[in-house]
């Protein structure tokens, strides 16, 4: 999975206009197509998947609960992915828990899991991940990036990537 493009940029703010439906405890829907934000994405699974949804969480922290936001209102569904399988698509629609939502980064999951949970989907339930901001050549990674670099690493390989194209995608 990667990232084709994010909007707003870095550092911006968003001005949700009171029209947008509220929801309690405090946060709001930004309806698919808004204008307000969109993360385009690129995905592949390397093997065959019977059912597959994206899931889009608008990061405040590095744990794997610390977020404000998903796209629920616009999180697509797949059927019967076979091996090699790969599209683009762009999340516009977000349901934020909570305002402010600062957000810190970005984590796109494209996942197996079919139960109605909101919350990110487990490692083993998990097809494809991505986040940015993307770590920083020369910083050192801890276990679970490396973890994560190696699973990307085979998956893109079963894909069909060479090594060539594989800076571009990790």
């Known amino acids: 999975m990667a990232f084709t493009a994010t909007a707003p940029s870095s550092g911006s703010t968003v001005a949700v206009p009171q029209a947008f439906p509220y929801i309690l405890p405090g946060g709001v829907v930004i309806p698919a197509g808004s204008g307000l934000i969109s993360v385009g994405l690129s995905m592949t699974s390397a093997h065959e998947v019977p059912w597959a949804q994206l899931s889009v969480?608008?990061?405040?922290g590095d744990g794997r609960m610390d977020y404000c936001g998903q796209n629920s209102p616009d999180a697509p569904t797949w059927k019967f992915l076979p091996a090699g399988w790969s599209t683009t698509y762009t999340v516009t629609g977000f349901r934020v828990y909570r305002l402010p939502c600062d957000v810190t980064g970005i984590r796109a999951m494209l996942h197996m899991r079919n139960n109605g949970l909101l919350i990110p989907p487990t490692e083993t339930e998990?097809?494809?991940e991505a986040t940015?901001?993307?770590h920083q050549a020369g910083e050192p990674l801890d276990d679970a990036q490396i973890e994560q670099l190696t699973s990307a690493v085979e998956t893109l390989a079963?894909?069909?990537?060479?090594a060539e194209q594989l800076p571009a995608l990790v």
Do not use: D, I, K, N
Not at 57 to 60: A, G, Q, S, V
């Open 126 to 128: 998990t097809v494809a």
């Open 132 to 134: 940015l901001p993307r």
């Open 57 to 60: 969480y608008l990061l405040t």
């Open 158 to 162: 079963q894909a069909g990537h060479t």
